[in-house]
């Protein structure tokens, strides 16, 4: 299976143009869905939500795990369809590892169990249990989509929700693929994608229908998101934009860290909301850390989403390479080193830009401050480690940090004095289905995963009885 039945159970006879980002050719054409088509969903997801609540959560569990088989057994062409559209290479943590995660994201949703609570107190007992919500409103970003649609829908469904879908519009084929397998083992109504562009995304989390809105995507968004909340008041969870942190203390390993340290920046060429996108470095081991950055850079390689050999994929669209290029020009014009890359990699492609390390730039510097989302890291030197926590927790953004050294206690206490949802030590932008995950400040409110995720979509409910 090469992805082109996925690709042709998505796109239509007329609609968006999708391009590949690696070779700028047409790939297909997604639907443009309508007010009208959102109404339909809305109403369909309104009639389906009671009986599947009713199915209860053993029956609930048993699809997500189908499902997971499913996606399991279309694993290639999703991973294809998924490279060809995002831009992201097969190998690597990229498309095969994305889909991959998608099927353990279900069973690890399908496995966690949310139990009742008893509070007693002599003169009545209290019972407290979560309910669904009712409808759930998913809206994605392009640079993990599967991955990201998976994250909101497998809690919401496994809760007993119905839920309504809208992609990013840069990457809506392959997650009207992902929403196409999994209604083979859903009833009709609970699950559905709406694929269309930021207007259409306004009205579906505005709908008063709507009781919960999971989103991920930038800040800016996230802020319009909580102000249209203020009409339905749909709860929300918001997993917004970041511009995570490492400190690299006078005692780490350069040699030892720089793999991670590498991948923790450059996962999905940077195109992820908690990589690495500042790195302070004690002045003691600044030079060994760029130069063993810049050795496993230029043995990584870049190049064509489909083929095996690439590690490292183009910027997904023309959008985010103006912001990349446009950041390294201004820290170019600051007097800034670019110790590697720092021009487009024009020879592989339109939207390829190589790797690039930069150094000499300070707190306040756009590169340092703006989130680049890209295959960009600025490193920069420091010489108290007061001064780096400080630089680390300075921006109004939270979502990760890490930390680096070898002494168990020094890492630790560091960590415990950086702002951010998660904190990483000696590695950086892990996750996993049984932690939690959420951002602090600027990078928005609400849990993931594990038993909090469970709870982030769904209202509690408390029965009281007097004791006899
Ligand atoms: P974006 O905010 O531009 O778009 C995200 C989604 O929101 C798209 O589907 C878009 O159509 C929709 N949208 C736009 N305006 C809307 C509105 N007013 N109401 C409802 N929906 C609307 O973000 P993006 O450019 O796709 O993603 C990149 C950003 O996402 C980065 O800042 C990145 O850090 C962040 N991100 C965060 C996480 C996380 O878990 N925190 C994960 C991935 C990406």
Known sequence: MSGSELLDRVSGAQGR???????????????????????RAVAQAGSAQPAWDALGHADRSARLLRIADRIDDWAEPLARLLAREQGKPLNGPNARFEVGACSAWLRATAATVLDEEVIEDGAQVSTLTYRPIGIVAAVGPWNWPLMISIWQIAPSLRMGNAV????????????LALISLMNEDLPPGVLTALSGDRDLGARLVSHPAVRKVMFTGSTATGRKIVEASGANLARLTLELGGNDAGIVLPDADPEKIAQDLFWGAFINTGQTCAALKRLYVHESRHDQVVEALAAIAAKMPMGPSLAEESVLGPVQNAMQFGIVAGLV???????????????????????????TLVTGLHDGDPLVDEEQFGPVLPIIAYTEVDDAVASANRLDVGLGASVWGSDEQRTRAVADRLEAGTVWINS??????????GGVKGSGYGLEFGVEGLKSVAVPKIVTRASS
């Open 17 to 39: 143009e999708i391009f590949e980002p690696a070779t700028g050719e047409l790939l297909g054409l997604a639907p443009q869905h309508t007010i009208d088509d959102l109404e």
């Open 428 to 437: 950086h932008g892990g996750v996993n289905p049984m932690v939690p995950f």
């Open 164 to 175: 309504v879908v809208k992609p990013s519009e840069f990457t809506p084929l392959s997650v």
């Open 329 to 355: 020009e201004d820290a170019r014009e600051r007097g800034a080193t670019i110790v590697t890359g720092g021009a487009p990699a024009t020879e592989l492609g339109p939207l390829f830009y190589p790797i």
